[in-house]
């Protein structure tokens, strides 16, 4: 079946640190793969995606690499914002069914200036 | 462009009552999706909508329905509620939801509380 597992947080970083959250799946096929953010109170926010190998998607200064071999989607940024303080959750879905999203747990970061 | 909208933002309910949650796509979005979240089981899919007919569901009992309008717009339904349905509902729409380049748009959530 699909699953999606990420590391646990909270992870705590200073300003300007550099950020990695990891991100692996379990799938059958070819699935896409995303990064959503959750701000406090509000709903989910489309950070990046890549729907096949080797393909990286990237948006504000984020990152992260569809890697079939080691089945994983690492978000990386080089230099974090107090304002990219949140919850960042890593999904899946395969093509028979689109929308059918997985999640991982979510992992909150907490940058302090 | 408005973006996907849920009504209402918060609802207080007590065990054995029945909620009716509402979401309103993306104008020209026909395909509209339910998730759960909760601190516990994280974020679940509950059932996809399409052009008014339920196309695909997760793994919840049959008290959790949903439906969609000739409009687009959906609502689920939660009957007999429990505690444990004490949740943020989220609601996704996209054009079709039959391509890999779709986007999937999410709503701000209601946030339901069962007493």
């Known amino acids: 079946g699909n699953s999606v597992t990420q590391m646990e947080g909270p992870v705590t970083l200073s300003e300007e640190a550099f950020l990695t959250i990891n991100c692996t799946y379990t799938a059958t096929g070819y699935p896409s793969l995303f990064w959503y953010v959750q701000y406090p109170g509000e709903g989910l926010q489309l950070l990046l995606k890549a729907t096949k190998a080797d393909d990286k998607g990237s948006n504000k200064g984020f990152e992260a690499t569809y890697r079939k071999e080691t089945t994983s989607f690492h978000l990386e940024k080089g230099s974090v914002q107090v304002s990219d303080s949140a919850v960042y959750f890593c999904?899946?879905?395969?093509?028979?069914?689109?929308?059918?999203?997985?999640f991982g747990s979510g992992t909150k970061l907490n940058v302090k200036p | 462009k408005a973006g996907v909208t849920q009504t209402p933002r918060y609802l207080i309910k007590t065990r054995g009552q029945q909620v009716t949650l509402s979401c309103s796509p993306i104008s020209g979005h026909r395909s509209v999706s339910w998730y759960q979240q909760t601190p516990g089981q994280g974020l679940q899919f509950l059932f996809e909508?399409?052009?008014?007919?339920?196309?695909n569901k997760g793994n919840f009992p049959g008290r959790f329905s949903g439906r969609q309008f000739s409009n687009s717009r959906s609502e689920m339904n939660v009957s007999t509620l429990e505690l444990g349905d004490s949740a943020l509902y989220l609601c996704?729409?996209?054009?079709?939801?039959?391509?890999?380049?779709?986007?999937?748009?999410f709503g701000p959530g209601t946030r339901l509380l069962v007493l």
């Open positions: 996704a729409s996209s054009k079709t939801g039959q391509g890999q380049q779709e986007t999937q748009y």
């Open positions: 999904a899946l879905s395969d093509r028979y069914n689109f929308n059918k999203f997985y």
């Open positions: 909508y399409f052009s008014e007919t339920q196309r």
